[in-house]
T-cell receptor, first 114, second 113 residues
């Protein structure tokens, strides 16, 4: 079952521009997280947003959560070549499946061109 | 250093030959999980464990077994590997999933011929 789904699948931007990635999910959740993966390596946690939060910031990252639309967005401001990576959202399985399950979306591949 | 380790990192095997991928964490985390990653599909959860002797199926458990006899270790067992299990596998641990960040291992690239 696919809970989180990101769009776009791939994004290419110039260094200094902002990058926005979106994640949609199907059932009510407790929390949503965003992770980053450099090519073929383990994922690294970026930010967690709880279901009662609407927006969260961490450095150049801004995450929003709209529980009515079951969607979240990740904004990276002033992108750098080092931000080139794949970005994934992760949610719990929700009440229907299990809050202990973790479901990742297919990811957005971001390329930042110097 | 807080970390999740996996071994082996690379493995090429043949259909039907039993194998085990080990996973160990040194952070005293209750929650551990195995994922497989395939192109275009993101990460899919295979099994997870809330604590010692407590395991549960993820989205793609078929063909895999796990055990959690100690808090720090969570091995993934493929009793009879098949080519469709060729994938990149990640182990992860956390205090509580989705309430706390998951720490990921470096991955195991498995090829089943």
């Amino acid at each position: 079952s696919q809970q989180g789904e990101e769009d776009p699948q791939a994004l290419s931007i110039q260094e200094g521009e902002n990058a926005t990635m979106n994640c949609s999910y199907k059932t009510s959740i407790n929390n949503l997280q965003w992770y980053r993966q450099n090519s073929g390596r383990g994922l690294v946690h970026l930010i967690l947003i709880r279901s009662n939060e609407r927006e969260k910031h961490s450095g150049r990252l801004r995450v929003t959560l709209d529980t009515s639309k079951k969607s979240s967005s990740l904004l990276i401001t002033a992108s750098r070549a080092a931000d080139t990576a794949s970005y994934f959202c992760a949610t719990d399985g929700g009440a229907k499946t299990s809050y202990d399950k973790v479901i990742f979306g297919p990811g957005t591949s971001l390329s930042v061109i110097p | 250093e807080a970390q999740v380790t996996q071994n082996p990192r690379y493995l090429i095997t043949v259909t039907g030959k039993k194998l085990t991928v080990t996973c160990s964490q040194n952070m005293n985390h209750e929650y551990m999980s195995w994922y497989r990653q395939d192109p275009g599909l993101g990460l899919r959860q295979i099994y997870y464990s809330m604590n010692v002797e407590v395991t549960d199926k993820g989205d793609v458990p078929e063909g895999y077994k796990v055990s959690r006899k100690e808090k720090r270790n969570f091995p993934l067992i493929l009793e009879s590997p098949s080519p469709n299990q060729t994938s990149l596998y990640f182990c992860a641990s956390s205090l509580r999933p989705l309430y706390n960040e998951q720490f990921f291992g470096p991955g195991t690239r498995l090829t089943v011929l």
